[in-house]
């Protein structure tokens, strides 16, 4: 569990001691992938995506500058609220994962364009219980479904993925309802904009919104869509 050591490094040590604890490979790369084939009916008003892929960090960054999103927030899903803090999410036992809450509109994006660039750039769906430097089930792939439409779109997608061998492994990705999501806590917000030059950041994390920009030009935005103190809580 590399972050959390990161993460007290950095509270302690200069950058120039957590550049040796930065990972030998940067984020994986980014694969480029087909569409799904089967999306959400259009809709009106804010709707909710919840993903986890990972380090929330490096996810929510890349929803931040994804068009049409108009809040993405860090944060826990898979466990109770009252384990739903990153002291306890670390230890890998609360059932919890790094995810992050997206609101987004969709007649700006689909649900089936945010798995998509989730699926694509945001993080690798083939490793397991892990991404990249960091280990552990709260860093596991999976989608938390707010609707039986989002379960439908969200396994035909990987059946679809699966089935055209995009990846050169299976996808792990788990699929299952949402129960609950809990912001984490504020210093986990925005934090690849406020700390663009940190190691883990700049290693793993900008790749990911630079593939965005390329990839998905269409859905870029340059300046972010940041958490506000308001938007973080439910």
């Known amino acids: 569990m590399r972050r959390p050591a990161l993460l007290t490094l950095l509270a302690a040590t200069t950058a120039l001691t957590l550049a040796f604890a930065v990972p030998s490979r940067a984020a994986e ?5 087909p569409a799904p084939a089967v999306d959400a009916a259009p809709a009106s008003g804010i709707q909710t995506a919840v993903i986890a892929g990972g380090c929330f960090w490096g996810v929510q960054g890349v929803f931040q500058h994804t068009a049409g999103v108009v809040n993405a927030v860090s944060g826990y899903a898979g466990g109770t609220k009252a384990t739903a803090d990153y002291r306890s999410v670390s230890s890998g036992t609360t ?40 280990t552990g089930t709260q860093y596991r792939s999976a989608i938390f479904t707010t609707s039986d439409e989002q379960k439908k779109v969200a396994e035909a997608y990987i059946a679809q993925l699966n089935g055209a061998k995009v990846f050169n492994k299976p996808i792990v990705t788990k699929v299952g309802a949402l129960e609950a999501f809990y912001p984490a806590e504020a210093y986990h917000q925005n934090y690849l904009t406020l700390h663009p030059s940190q190691p883990y950041i700049a290693y793993n994390d900008i790749p990911k919104v630079e593939n965005l920009k390329k990839l998905f030009a269409d859905n870029y935005i340059e300046k972010p869509t940041l958490v506000s103190a308001s938007k973080a809580t439910n």
């Open 29 to 33: 790369d980014a694969v480029v992938i």
């Open 95 to 134: 059932g919890h994962a790094e995810s992050v809450e997206i609101k987004y509109d969709p007649k700006k994006i689909s649900y089936g364009k945010i798995l998509q660039i989730y699926f694509s750039v945001a993080h690798d769906p083939t490793q397991l219980n892990r991404q990249g430097p960091d």
